[in-house]
């Protein structure tokens, strides 16, 4: 049974998206706890994923190969894991704001915070303040992630942050922007709870936040 | 005896592509856009492409004839030239004729006193216009940073077009919030032709940049400034930003492909908006770093690409918008100058018409007036290159050789009087002997920039605004903020 855990652990390095899926499967099949299978599978194999990515031995594509082989094993792990577990720590709802069609930024965090086991609920691009606050109440995510390429579209950030107090949700979600012209200063400005300038970053300090 | 069969290359010759891979790029471009298409949003756009022979589905997804694509890629003129507002400096955007200029909108400046970061002001961009008023191988001017210090983030381009106005007396490339920014930005500059339209016509100052957003995505106020430009006549760039390997393929020809058909449903809308607006092609066409994810300003991939593309707007006939002299570098160092030297080679080999983007810093993100000072040194150099061999008898100076003889010296003679004055004089690099440079204070490049910008910053001061023009530009900046008070 272990060896199949490994299995994961290498398939997923590998970016082997069907053979996780796979065997992930024949493990919850065989009855094995699927705490175990996220713990000693899934999480070990992401963390060489990450240690090779900060190693320069792994690059983004290979990266985001390897977060999607994570999240077809989620998607058949999600149901079965415990409300208690790590993994349900974690759900996202990402948006760019309104006025802004960039999203690539966006996408791509989402997409690496999918593979360290979020579930990321992705809004799209050129999204009012009201539709993010409406999604915030429908998803009760613990991160709103908020995107905004151009200068004239990030004060739509701000406004969200308001409209979120207006709301009175705001304590209720941790609030994560970014954005070429975004900053730590600005983030602290409008009241977000974290910056972050890259997709990387973003994973990581999406996991600090979640623990708190 | 004269000869005959001759053939002289009178400057260097650069090509990426054949004509027949140019064909096949343009050919795919077409096929992009009758079987992809692109999106727009923007309800006149749609109707625009309703009532002729495009096919608009799935609410906003535009797909055009091959037919129609050709007939607006022919109404645009093959050359436009442009004029500083004092009639003084003017650039021609004509056939591998190159143009060299700084890019825009930084929100960040390296502030001169304190070396810190900060966000982008009004004097900031002042500044940078006055550093380009100053440098002889700058000929266009963009705003270099974005004002941040104005009352209302939606009026910022009028106030950024006043600084640039009052900084510079180059033609300009500018950028506008929406179509209404671009209005006034349009009404400002016409000030300087009498405030006739058909005689700012005639005499543009600037052209507006636009851009679409990879892949095949045309937003509101993109659409707003295309038709805006269409109505007017306003010289106008459809540049798009594919990041290969993200917002476009990771292979260049495809992300050339796909810029192309981006450009060309601009050709397309403004044509049947109204032919025959002054179009050029642009593309900042580079690669995602696959390890920090930053868009590329210093990737050897952006000149190669956009020397491709260069080749194609050639062979399409459209004048050229190219990039070069920028950097990833967070400072002005080692790997700024090498990365801003290779990008002004290349883009100025190719023959882009339009080469912007000199003097970035922090892959597009920090603004920094000493790299605008050290590119005009590079731009010397590559413009060097481009004189090319003379081969004429005068040049060739047999007569001198023998004259001269062997053991001879040619530094008295009228010869070299005449002809070492068309070499390259640096300005700012230092070719002294080790003695002479420790006695002189062993300076580096980069005291010598930063004098050098200091200097500038001291002494030149543009041709000024007479006072009744400066204050209708003010009133139009005004209302602007007074439209858009809260």
Same mark, same amino acid.
């Given at each position: 049974?272990?060896?199949?855990?490994?299995?994961?652990?290498?398939?997923?390095?590998?970016?082997?998206?069907?053979?996780?899926?796979?065997?992930?499967?024949?493990?919850?099949? =065989?009855?094995?706890?699927?705490?175990?299978?996220?713990?000693?599978?899934?999480?070990?194999?992401?963390?060489?994923?990450?240690?090779? %990515?900060?190693?320069?031995?792994? %690059?983004?594509? =290979?990266?985001?190969?390897?977060?999607?082989?994570?999240?077809?094993?989620?998607?058949?792990?999600?149901?079965?894991?415990?409300?208690?577990?790590?993994? $349900?720590?974690?759900?996202?709802?990402?948006?760019?704001?309104?006025?802004?069609?960039?999203?690539?930024?966006?996408?791509?965090?989402?997409?690496?915070?999918?593979?360290?086991? %979020?579930?990321?609920?992705?809004?799209?691009?050129?999204?009012?303040?009201?539709?993010?606050?409406?999604?915030?109440?429908?998803?009760?995510? $613990?991160?709103?992630?908020?995107?905004?390429?151009?200068?004239?579209?990030?004060?739509?950030?701000? =406004?969200?942050?308001?409209?979120?107090?207006?709301?009175?949700?705001?304590?209720?979600?941790?609030?994560?922007?970014?954005?070429?012209?975004?900053?730590?200063?600005?983030?602290? =400005?409008?009241?977000?709870?974290?910056?972050?300038?890259?997709?990387?970053?973003?994973?990581?300090?999406?996991?600090?936040?979640?623990?708190? | 005896?004269?000869?005959?069969?001759?053939?002289?290359?009178?400057?260097?010759?650069?090509?990426?592509?054949?004509?027949?891979?140019?064909?096949?790029?343009?050919?795919?471009?077409?096929?992009?856009?009758?079987? #992809?298409?692109?999106?727009?949003?923007?309800?006149?756009?749609?109707?625009?492409?309703?009532?002729?022979?495009?096919?608009?589905?799935?609410?906003?997804?535009?797909?055009?004839?091959?037919?129609?694509?050709?007939?607006?890629?022919?109404?645009?003129?093959?050359?436009?030239?442009?004029?500083?507002? #004092?009639?003084?400096?003017?650039?021609?955007?004509?056939?591998?004729?190159?143009?060299?200029?700084? /890019?825009?909108?930084?929100?960040?400046?390296?502030?001169?006193?304190?070396?810190?970061?900060?966000?982008?002001?009004?004097?900031?961009?002042?500044?940078?216009?006055?550093?380009?008023?100053?440098?002889?191988?700058?000929?266009?001017?963009? +705003?270099?940073?974005?004002?941040?210090?104005?009352?209302?983030?939606?009026?910022?381009?009028?106030?950024?077009?006043?600084?640039?106005?009052? /900084?510079?007396?180059?033609?300009?490339?500018?950028?506008?919030?929406?179509?209404?920014?671009?209005?006034?930005?349009?009404?400002?500059?016409?000030?300087?032709? /009498?405030?006739?339209? @058909?005689?700012?016509?005639?005499?543009?100052?600037?052209?507006?940049?636009?851009?679409?957003?990879?892949?095949?995505?045309?937003?509101?106020?993109?659409?707003?400034?295309?038709?805006?430009?269409?109505? @007017?006549?306003?010289?106008?760039?459809?540049?798009?930003?594919?990041?290969?390997?993200?917002?476009?393929?990771?292979?260049?020809?495809?992300?050339?492909?796909?810029?192309?058909?981006? #450009?060309?449903?601009?050709?397309?809308?403004?044509?049947?908006?109204?032919?025959?607006?002054?179009?050029?092609?642009?593309?900042?066409?580079?690669?995602?770093?696959?390890?920090?994810?930053?868009?590329?300003?210093?990737?050897?991939?952006?000149?190669?690409?956009?020397?491709?593309?260069?080749?194609?707007?050639?062979?399409?006939?459209?004048?050229?918008?190219? #990039?070069?002299?920028?950097?990833?570098?967070?400072?002005?160092?080692? !790997?700024?100058?090498?990365?801003?030297?290779?990008?002004?080679?290349?883009?100025?080999?190719?023959?882009?018409?339009?080469?912007?983007?000199?003097?970035?810093?922090?892959?597009?993100?920090?603004? +920094?007036?000493?790299?605008?000072?050290?590119?005009?040194?590079?731009?010397?150099?590559?413009?060097?290159?481009?004189?090319?061999?003379?081969?004429?008898?005068?040049?060739?100076?047999?007569?001198?050789?023998?004259?001269?003889?062997?053991?001879?010296?040619?530094?008295?003679?009228?010869?070299?009087?005449?002809?070492?004055?068309?070499?390259?004089?640096?300005?700012? !690099?230092?070719?002294?002997?080790?003695?002479?440079?420790?006695?002189? /204070?062993?300076?580096?490049?980069?005291?010598?920039?930063?004098?050098?910008?200091?200097?500038?910053?001291?002494?030149?001061?543009?041709?000024?605004?007479?006072?009744?023009?400066?204050?209708?530009? @003010?009133?139009?900046?005004?209302?602007?903020?007074?439209?858009?008070?809260?």
């Amino acid at each position: 049974m272990s060896e199949k855990l490994g299995k994961i652990a290498d398939s997923l390095l590998n970016g082997n998206v069907e053979e996780v899926s796979k065997v992930t499967q024949e493990l919850l099949d =065989e009855g094995t706890d699927p705490e175990e299978i996220l713990q000693s599978g899934l999480f070990a194999g992401m963390e060489v994923v990450s240690k090779k %990515f900060k190693d320069c031995e792994m %690059f983004i594509p =290979e990266v985001l190969r390897s977060a999607k082989a994570m999240q077809g094993a989620m998607e058949k792990l999600r149901p079965k894991l415990s409300e208690a577990s790590s993994s $349900q720590a974690g759900t996202v709802v990402t948006a760019t704001v309104q006025g802004d069609l960039h999203d690539i930024g966006k996408n791509l965090a989402g997409m690496m915070m999918e593979g360290s086991g %979020f579930n990321v609920i992705d809004m799209g691009i050129d999204q009012k303040t009201e539709d993010i606050v409406n999604a915030v109440k429908e998803h009760k995510p $613990q991160i709103l992630g908020l995107s905004a390429l151009l200068t004239t579209t990030m004060p739509k950030m701000g =406004e969200v942050v308001n409209a979120l107090k207006e709301a009175g949700i705001r304590d209720q979600v941790k609030i994560m922007i970014g954005g070429a012209p975004v900053t730590d200063d600005f983030a602290d =400005e409008i009241g977000a709870d974290a910056y972050a300038p890259n997709a990387s970053i973003g994973t990581e300090k999406a996991l600090e936040l979640i623990k708190g | 005896m004269p000869k005959i069969n001759q053939t002289i290359q009178e400057t260097p010759y650069f090509r990426v592509l054949s004509e027949d891979q140019i064909e096949r790029i343009y050919s795919a471009a077409l096929d992009v856009i009758q079987r #992809t298409g692109a999106r727009f949003y923007h309800e006149e756009a749609l109707e625009l492409f309703r009532n002729s022979d495009a096919v608009v589905t799935d609410e906003n997804l535009v797909r055009v004839p091959l037919s129609l694509v050709e007939r607006a890629i022919e109404s645009h003129p093959r050359k436009i030239n442009l004029t500083g507002r #004092t009639g003084e400096n003017r650039i021609s955007l004509d056939k591998d004729t190159v143009n060299f200029g700084t /890019g825009s909108d930084l929100p960040f400046t390296y502030d001169r006193e304190t070396g810190e970061r900060r966000r982008t002001k009004y004097q900031d961009v002042l500044n940078a216009g006055r550093i380009v008023d100053y440098l002889p191988n700058l000929d266009f001017f963009m +705003s270099h940073g974005i004002v941040q210090d104005s009352p209302n983030t939606q009026t910022y381009d009028r106030h950024q077009c006043l600084a640039m106005l009052e /900084g510079c007396t180059k033609p300009m490339v500018l950028t506008s919030v929406d179509g209404e920014g671009l209005e006034d930005l349009w009404k400002m500059c016409k000030l300087f032709r /009498g405030d006739d339209e @058909k005689e700012y016509r005639l005499n543009p100052m600037f052209i507006t940049y636009i851009e679409p957003i990879s892949p095949l995505m045309n937003d509101r106020s993109a659409v707003e400034k295309l038709l805006f430009s269409a109505e @007017k006549g306003i010289p106008c760039m459809y540049t798009p930003c594919p990041s290969a390997g993200a917002t476009a393929p990771a292979s260049l020809a495809g992300m050339i492909v796909q810029s192309l058909a981006e #450009t060309l449903m601009a050709s397309v809308l403004t044509y049947l908006k109204n032919p025959g607006m002054p179009l050029v092609m642009g593309g900042v066409t580079t690669v995602l770093d696959m390890l920090t994810t930053t868009y590329s300003y210093g990737s050897p991939e952006l000149s190669l690409a956009s020397a491709a593309n260069t080749d194609v707007s050639k062979w399409i006939g459209l004048p050229m918008f190219s #990039t070069g002299g920028c950097t990833d570098s967070k400072t002005l160092d080692e !790997q700024a100058a090498i990365e801003s030297a290779t990008s002004l080679y290349y883009a100025f080999l190719s023959g882009a018409n339009l080469v912007h983007d000199v003097g970035y810093l922090d892959s597009g993100v920090n603004a +920094s007036l000493e790299s605008l000072v050290m590119n005009d040194e590079i731009i010397g150099m590559v413009k060097q290159i481009g004189k090319g061999i003379n081969t004429e008898d005068e040049y060739m100076a047999l007569e001198l050789i023998d004259e001269i003889g062997p053991g001879g010296e040619f530094l008295t003679s009228e010869h070299t009087l005449i002809h070492y004055k068309e070499w390259f004089q640096p300005k700012l !690099q230092d070719r002294s002997d080790y003695a002479t440079w420790v006695r002189e /204070g062993q300076l580096t490049m980069a005291d010598r920039i930063q004098s050098e910008t200091d200097r500038i910053l001291k002494e030149h001061q543009p041709a000024p605004i007479d006072d009744k023009q400066h204050q209708e530009l @003010k009133k139009i900046v005004q209302d602007a903020d007074e439209r858009h008070a809260k």
